[in-house]
């Protein structure tokens, strides 16, 4: 999965103002937190409600809206018009830019994997990791692990001083903010760890309290990359299905355990856990 440039805009959803005709579009930086954007103004409320609509259903990559749009086009006047094609350029442009980055089961070497052979599912009592589940856990692990690995190259060992200028670190415990470059690639290690069991066929059971912290805010991304796209557009719906996919509780079950005190104890191995290789190194 490929990196996330610095200037990466994911466009959430589009807004109208209550009481005006301003349409906002809800943008999510790759770094920090969401902000409102104005992309057009008309003079008709209604209309600029139906305009932003068309505009959400763009972003959310639903299909047949073109009689819609051409619709509102007919109506808008030119000026937001214009704006309003200009809109609709971007979302379209930021999708397909999404696509290539968040929905590609491909590595870097053009390596498939392959998540049905990996992890076939049965019909049995109890939690399992079910393809469609490991997918998404794999790409969110992943993710994770490349914005750890921009926070450090961005800020190198500068304490952490809220979201504007973090991705990763400033969603750790504010005891963990003064941490130095090493422990930060340390962290950044446990989410390609964990991510290379998934690919190696195996369950990710984090073996130390920083794999336990990355897994945490994994299943977070997964709940909330389910929640912003549709069905028909997430690489995993073309696995096998299963009745525990996307079973957040079992994999809480499961994959969560530890997460204590930071420091060098993030790193100290669980008891019963087996030591990953010392020699392993770094992916950045």
Known sequence: MAPLPDDFVFTRDFLCEPAGGRVFALLQPRIGRPVLEAVLECDDAVLAQRAADVLADAARGKRDTDAAMEQV???LPAE???????????????REEADELFLDDDDEDGH?????????????????LTPRTA???????????????????????????????????????PSTWQQDVEWRRRVARACD??????????????????????????????????????????????????????????????????????????FEWFGGAEPRDPERGFRR
């Open 73 to 75: 086009l007919a109506e």
């Open 112 to 128: 498939v994997v392959d998540f049905g052979a990996l992890f076939p599912a049965r019909d049995h009592d109890g939690w399992q």
């Open 135 to 173: 997918s998404i856990l794999d790409a969110t692990l992943s993710l994770l692990g490349d914005h750890a690995y921009d926070d450090i190259e961005m800020n190198g060992g500068a304490a952490v001083d809220g979201e504007e200028k973090w991705a990763v670190f400033c969603r750790l415990a």
């Open 193 to 266: 760890d964990l991510a290379g069991d998934i690919e190696s066929g195996k369950v990710p059971v984090p073996r130390c309290d920083a794999e336990a912290v990355v897994m945490r805010l994994a299943i977070s991304e997964a709940q909330e990359w389910l929640a912003e796209l549709d069905e028909d557009e997430l690489a995993q719906e073309s696995l096998p299905e299963h009745g525990d996919d996307y079973d957040w509780d079992g994999c809480a079950g499961v994959l969560l355990r530890g997460g204590g005190e930071p420091g060098a104890a993030w």
């Open 80 to 94: 937001a018009g214009v704006a309003f094609r200009d809109a609709l350029e971007q979302v379209r442009a930021g």
